[in-house]
């Protein structure tokens, strides 16, 4: 635990240093998060290089030059960048956020996802939350940033993705231009949760993702009739290895985010997984603690690499014998496992030489990222502005973000969103999206301290 006391005496540190920030206004926050929403960045509607028009075009107007701006086409969707230099030649930050959002259905929503509506204290709209809400905190900070004349040493690199939600080919070309970052902060991830009674519970910090990684199990034979059945049969020889992989369990593991914010977490939750938690955190082998955490679905991925059927495909006709019977597997695997490591030993598991396990070409691993005391103090310091003594819980993601391919590229990332709200209110991807209006100043203070602080 000495790192962790290490960060909290820097943020002490910190806090105690002269403040002179002014936060973004509020209003001017609020207004770009609902125009941002009022633009559909929907795959294949075409409307990412709208929106990156439009920061753009909030940033020249607080003072940023063309050439401090660069908005890239990507066939429909697009990248944006924005520069506030660093009077240094020390590495940059990257500000990591998205421009796209998932589709939404207007006949299934109580409002229309895309006409932005402020109403009973929220925010409505596709994107209100993810990730259009800290994107636009973002861009208003960097304004505001621009406006008061501040000179950060380091160079503050704000670069939104176009299709963090479909296939990550923008994330891909940010990260390889970027690769010389010294870390990046991801607005996509961590944040505050606020209970029912609207008391701040937790900060999470996410620092790592587990690797997503498709897997297709092929058996192939010559067929023939049913009639005239034999000793081999592709799905039964799929089924067969389906049923061992199901019963198969990875070798739990353990790393610095888990063994720091596990004990944590434990403290929040308590009870019987609680306890549990604490248990494998001071010991991974403890049997009696990964079973535990085992029949638990909020917390099985967090102590290894899981993989799990979930597609089947066999056979063409009802009366011939099946030439072909497929499945994929989905794993999350835990950080610093290779996705060939993983293939291998489903292989093993398997035991089938029959049965091909093929891996998805497109899968890219990621290890976690170290828990910076730099970072890590100034995360404290904004948190505690807002809510004193308030726990930082060290994450782990078991879906991935913008900061998986950064992570890939050596580049540090830290998921550290400004958003703080009830779990209850968190309808990211679903119906009726929404972002109290009450947590846009807060956050707002947030990113200013942490920007400032970081670009030191």
Same mark, same amino acid.
């Given at each position: 635990?000495?790192?962790?006391?290490?960060?909290?005496?820097?943020?002490?540190?910190?806090?105690?240093?002269?403040?002179?920030?002014?936060?973004?206004?509020?209003?001017?926050?609020?207004?770009?998060?609902?125009?941002?929403?009022?633009?559909?960045?929907?795959?294949?509607?075409?409307?990412?290089?709208?929106?990156?028009?439009?920061?753009?075009?909030?940033?020249?107007?607080?003072?940023?030059?063309?050439?401090?701006?660069?908005?890239?086409?990507?066939?429909?969707?697009?990248?944006?960048?924005?520069?506030?230099?660093?009077?240094?030649?020390?590495?940059?930050?990257?500000?990591?956020?998205?421009?796209?959002?998932?589709?939404?259905?207007?006949?299934?929503?109580?409002?229309?996802?895309?006409?932005?509506?402020?109403?009973?204290?929220?925010?409505?709209?596709?994107?209100?939350?993810?990730?259009?809400?800290?994107?636009?905190?973002?861009?208003?900070?960097?304004?505001?940033?621009?406006?008061?004349?501040?000179?950060?040493?380091?160079?503050?690199?704000?670069?939104?993705?176009?299709?963090?939600?479909?296939?990550?080919?923008?994330?891909?070309?940010?990260?390889?231009?970027?690769?010389?970052?010294?870390? @990046?902060?991801?607005?996509?991830?961590?944040?505050?949760?606020?209970?029912?009674?609207?008391?701040?519970?937790?900060?999470?910090?996410?620092?790592?993702?587990?690797?997503?990684?498709?897997?297709?199990?092929?058996?192939?034979?010559?067929?023939?009739?049913?009639?005239?059945?034999?000793?081999?049969?592709?799905?039964?020889?799929?089924?067969?290895?389906?049923?061992?992989?199901?019963?198969?369990?990875?070798?739990?593991?353990?790393?610095?985010?888990?063994?720091?914010?596990?004990?944590?977490?434990?403290?929040?939750?308590?009870?019987?997984?609680?306890?549990?938690?604490?248990?494998?955190?001071?010991?991974?082998?403890?049997?009696? $603690?990964?079973?535990?955490?085992?029949?638990?679905?909020?917390?099985?991925?967090?102590?290894?690499?899981?993989?799990?059927?979930?597609?089947?495909?066999?056979?063409?006709?009802?009366?011939?014998?099946?030439?072909?019977?497929?499945?994929?597997?989905?794993?999350?695997?835990?950080?610093?496992?290779?996705?060939? $490591?993983?293939?291998?030993?489903?292989?093993?598991?398997?035991?089938?030489? $029959?049965?091909?396990?093929?891996?998805?070409?497109? $899968?890219? @691993?990621?290890?976690?990222?170290?828990?910076?005391?730099?970072?890590?103090?100034?995360?404290?310091? @904004?948190?505690?502005?807002?809510?004193?003594?308030?726990?930082?819980?060290?994450?782990?993601?078991?879906?991935?973000?913008?900061?998986?391919?950064?992570?890939?590229?050596?580049?540090?990332?830290?998921?550290?969103?400004?958003?703080?709200?009830?779990?209850?209110?968190?309808?990211?991807?679903?119906?009726?999206?929404?972002?109290?209006?009450?947590?846009?100043?807060?956050?707002?203070?947030?990113?200013?301290?942490?920007?400032?602080?970081?670009?030191?």
């Amino acid at each position: 635990m000495r790192l962790v006391s290490a960060f909290l005496a820097s943020a002490a540190m910190l806090a105690a240093a002269p403040v002179h920030a002014k936060p973004a206004d509020t209003a001017a926050a609020k207004k770009i998060l609902m125009d941002s929403v009022a633009i559909p960045t929907v795959e294949g509607r075409g409307k990412v290089p709208e929106l990156a028009a439009y920061y753009a075009g909030v940033l020249k107007a607080a003072g940023y030059s063309d050439a401090d701006i660069e908005i890239t086409p990507m066939g429909e969707t697009a990248t944006f960048a924005a520069t506030l230099q660093g009077t240094t030649k020390a590495k940059p930050i990257v500000l990591l956020g998205h421009m796209d959002v998932v589709e939404a259905d207007p006949k299934d929503w109580t409002r229309d996802p895309f006409v932005p509506v402020e109403e009973n204290g929220y925010i409505f709209g596709r994107g209100s939350e993810d990730n259009k809400f800290d994107v636009a905190m973002m861009v208003a900070t960097m304004a505001a940033l621009k406006q008061q004349g501040f000179k950060p040493k380091r160079t503050i690199i704000l670069a939104l993705s176009g299709d963090e939600e479909t296939s990550m080919m923008t994330t891909r070309a940010l990260a390889a231009k970027y690769k010389g970052a010294e870390f @990046a902060l991801n607005g996509d991830g961590g944040g505050g949760l606020i209970g029912e009674d609207g008391k701040p519970k937790y900060y999470g910090l996410q620092a790592g993702e587990k690797t997503y990684a498709d897997y297709v199990l092929e058996v192939t034979n010559p067929g023939g009739h049913s009639s005239r059945p034999g000793a081999v049969n592709a799905i039964v020889e799929l089924s067969e290895a389906l049923a061992k992989i199901g019963a198969y369990r990875f070798t739990p593991q353990q790393n610095e985010l888990t063994r720091i914010g596990m004990p944590i977490v434990a403290d929040q939750v308590g009870g019987d997984i609680g306890a549990a938690l604490k248990a494998f955190a001071a010991n991974p082998a403890d049997a009696k $603690a990964i079973a535990a955490i085992r029949a638990d679905p909020e917390y099985v991925g967090q102590i290894g690499t899981t993989c799990v059927p979930t597609l089947v495909k066999g056979g063409h006709a009802e009366n011939a014998l099946p030439q072909r019977a497929t499945a994929n597997i989905n794993c999350r695997i835990f950080p610093g496992v290779s996705i060939e $490591a993983v293939r291998a030993e489903l292989e093993k598991v398997i035991a089938d030489p $029959a049965v091909k396990v093929n891996t998805d070409p497109d $899968a890219t @691993a990621s290890d976690a990222s170290p828990l910076r005391p730099d970072v890590m103090a100034a995360v404290t310091k @904004a948190v505690h502005a807002r809510a004193p003594g308030l726990p930082i819980i060290p994450s782990m993601s078991a879906g991935a973000t913008d900061s998986l391919h950064f992570r890939a590229v050596g580049v540090p990332s830290y998921g550290v969103a400004g958003l703080f709200s009830k779990a209850s209110d968190s309808f990211a991807h679903g119906l009726n999206e929404r972002a109290p209006v009450d947590a846009i100043a807060p956050a707002l203070a947030y990113w200013d301290s942490l920007l400032r602080d970081l670009s030191k």
